[in-house]
């Protein structure tokens, strides 16, 4: 698993980025989360994921919400 924030949302495209702790940004789908909703999610929020490639490059899945 991976760590790190999430930088940017764009609410209305149901995306964003969250920057991980070796400073990659990483894109990641409304549909790679988990027991969490997009519209709940707000920036600077503490996440853990996973990495998969893509045709895009690398994407965040099974992303979840870190406890404060």
Do not use: C, W, Y
Not at 7 to 26: A, P, Q, W
Not at 29 to 50: M, P, T
């Amino acid at each position: 698993m991976h760590t790190g924030k999430i930088k940017k949302l764009v609410r209305e495209r149901g995306f964003g980025f969250i920057s991980d702790t070796d400073g990659r940004e990483v894109f990641f789908h409304q549909s790679s989360l988990i027991d969490v909703k997009f519209d709940s999610l707000n920036e600077e929020a503490n996440v853990e994921f996973d990495i998969e490639k893509s045709d895009k490059g690398p994407r965040a899945v099974n992303v979840k919400v870190m406890a404060a």
